[in-house]
């Protein structure tokens, strides 16, 4: 018999849980005593201090059973392992690009990459930078150009496509240092430090189109690709229909290789890789791999690894998967929009960012504010959550000067398949609890700061 459907039906995640991981509750005495010890840095907390782990996506997903079985099927021969040849076909089949690369995590195929293509007094646009990507660049010799649309910079405009590239801008590029000088442009889909924002098809495509006159190559940074799709799927004209798999395959099309972090949309824990077209890039990739990674049929990577991310690969394009992973994130950033929380919007595919500059105005920037308002969510209520502002950006290599990058934000992660929405909740509830009283917390300074990728390592200290 039918039934007539109701007007609205929520989505729920597609899977049950089978496994579970107890956490812990801890005291606030016990939180300040651990946010101390750790220079209020959450990056330096003991995973075991802490109750919800809004830290990052990376390597923090929970795999599915049949990854896990997979992870018995490991091949575990130094060379021609069955499990690479697995991951080969599914590169192949749902990125499109010809030859893979196995890193162990992403940064190995962006140190590949750069090394590869870009030499002393190159220049690498690309859509805002990546730390560790930029930070490859800079080590080979090149210097990073943003050349995002200026909505990307400001929390508050509700443009779809916030990732995507100004082609102006990128034209301004290529006239001032002529396009010998730029091997490649890095496009980001999505863009993390935008606030996990989607670059538009029709921009790759523009881009593509553009980089090619020139003789530029177009590297994708796939991290979140498939989050991406998403949003081209419901933001775009003409893709409603569409499935993510053939979207993503589409995006890929506008590109000459990617660098892949598998922590992220892959659902693994670790494991990464270089995709590319071009069989000579491919040839150098696979002779450089061999120094820093390992033989070209594992980069670092266990057999058991490169199986969990072969699998993983067709497990992140099903539609009721990434509606459902986006759609938890979606379900914090609206329940903290109710209450007025300042946050980047359109709300991104990985993450909900706090603005820092509106939650503690009266904190200059160089007092550190997303730092701190990291730390106090912590010894809130024990969520850990990292700075994307000031201390992130870093100082430019030449100058020595800070960064003062219009984004000053505070990313809560939400790892994939981890965490129920009664989590969310308890974390939505700590944010607003924390807004009510946020007047009287001072800023910070840094007492020590590292030479490479200070915000995993810096110390504070409160200033008052
Ligand atoms: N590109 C993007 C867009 C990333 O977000 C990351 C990592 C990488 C490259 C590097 O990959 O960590 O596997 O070496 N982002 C993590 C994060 C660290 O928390 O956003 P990796």
């Not at 598998?262 to 071009?278: E, H, P, Q, S, T």
């Amino acid at each position: 018999m039918e039934t007539t459907p109701r007007k609205h039906r929520s989505w729920a995640e597609p899977y049950k849980i089978k496994m579970v991981e107890p956490i812990r509750t801890t005291t606030k005495a016990e939180r300040l005593a651990a946010i101390e010890e750790a220079g209020y840095n959450t990056f330096l907390l003991r995973s075991k201090d802490v109750y919800i782990d809004l830290l990052t996506d990376s390597g923090t997903s929970a795999m599915s059973d049949h990854q896990w079985a997979g992870m018995m099927m490991g091949d575990e021969a130094y060379s021609g392992s069955e499990n690479y040849f697995n991951l080969e076909r599914n590169v192949q089949k749902y990125y499109g690009y010809p030859f893979v690369v196995p890193t162990h995590q992403g940064r190995g195929a962006e140190h590949l990459i750069s090394r590869i293509l870009i030499r002393p007094g190159d220049v690498v646009p690309g859509n805002m930078y990546f730390t560790t990507t930029r930070l490859h660049q800079e080590l080979s010799g090149g210097t990073f150009v943003d050349v995002i649309i200026d909505e990307a910079h400001d929390p508050t405009s509700l443009h779809p496509f916030k990732g995507n590239v100004d082609l102006a801008k990128f034209q301004r590029v290529i006239d001032e240092h002529g396009a010998k000088k730029i091997p490649y442009i890095t496009v980001g889909a999505t863009v993390n430090m935008a606030g996990g924002q989607p670059i538009s098809m029709a921009n790759m495509r523009d881009v593509y189109e553009m980089a090619h006159k020139h003789g530029i190559r177009v590297i994708l940074d796939a991290t979140r690709a498939v989050e991406n799709a998403w949003f081209i799927k419901v933001r775009e004209g003409g893709y409603r229909d569409a499935s993510v798999a053939s979207i993503l395959h589409e995006m890929c099309s506008y590109s000459d290789g990617a660098t892949m972090s598998g922590k992220k949309d892959l659902l693994v824990n670790i494991g990464g890789f270089l995709a590319i077209r071009d069989q000579d890039v491919f040839d150098e990739a696979r002779s450089m791999v061999v120094v820093y990674e390992g033989m070209h049929t594992y980069g670092g990577l266990a057999g058991r690894d490169m199986e969990a991310m072969a699998r993983g690969i067709v497990e992140a394009v099903q539609d009721e998967h990434i509606h459902a992973r986006i759609g938890q994130v979606e379900y914090l950033g609206e329940l903290l929009r109710q209450e007025n929380i300042p946050i980047v919007e359109p709300i991104g595919g990985h993450a909900i960012y706090l603005d820092a500059k509106r939650f503690f105005p009266h904190i200059p920037q160089d007092q550190f504010p997303a730092q701190m308002l990291a730390a106090q969510l912590y010894i809130e209520n024990g969520i850990r959550s990292m700075e994307r502002g000031i201390v992130s950006a870093g100082r430019n290599a030449e100058t020595g000067e800070n960064y003062y990058p219009k984004l000053e934000l505070v990313r809560l992660t939400i790892p994939r398949r981890v965490y129920t929405q009664a989590h969310l909740d308890v974390v939505a509830e700590t944010v607003v609890d924390l807004y009510e009283h946020r007047e009287n917390i001072p800023g910070l300074q840094m007492v020590y700061e590292p030479k490479y990728l200070r915000f995993f390592q810096a110390r504070f200290a409160p200033l008052s």
